[in-house]
């Protein structure tokens, strides 16, 4: 039987990037339940932390165009999970606000997704997890 060439390491980008793709699936599976996607529930986290906002700021909360957050919210409103509202302090202006309903499933979706993290950083001891959010947080505050 030949031996079989030695394969190529694994490249740290190609790691990271399936890392990613197991994260995303996995966040998919959490998601499933509530019927939101990702940048639905992201969505929902925001105005969770910032409350009721216009489109504008929350496009720019989750740094996709306006157009494509009106479709986010467009899907959640159809979805009862948040409600326009006019602004009190503009009459042109729009504010998107969760709904009491769109609050119980952030809360769900925050709870299930800390459990899911939980899970899958476990197979770290302390000081490698301390350490790849260092690492992580540094890359992500690098901009081109």
């Known amino acids: 039987m030949p031996e079989e060439p030695d394969q190529p390491e694994e490249t740290l980008a190609e790691a990271f990037r399936g890392v ?3 994260l995303r ?3 998919q ?13 992201r969505a929902l986290d925001v105005l969770t932390r910032h409350g009721s906002m216009r489109l504008g700021a929350l496009s720019e909360h989750l740094r996709i165009a306006p157009r494509s957050a009106t479709e986010v919210v467009d899907a959640l409103e159809e979805a009862g999970l948040v409600e326009r509202h006019p602004d009190p302090c503009d009459r042109r202006a729009t504010l998107v606000a969760l709904t009491s309903r ?3 499933v952030a809360a769900g979706i925050r709870a299930a997704r800390a459990a899911e993290a939980e899970g899958f950083f476990a197979r770290l ?7 790849l959010t260092r690492i992580l947080r540094t890359l992500r505050t690098l901009r081109n």
């Open 20 to 22: 990613a793709r197991q």
């Open 25 to 27: 699936h996995q966040t």
């Open 29 to 41: 599976q959490t998601l499933a339940p509530w019927d939101v996607t990702p940048s639905q529930a």
């Open 102 to 104: 769109g609050g119980q």
């Open 125 to 131: 001891d302390g000081a490698d997890r301390a350490s």
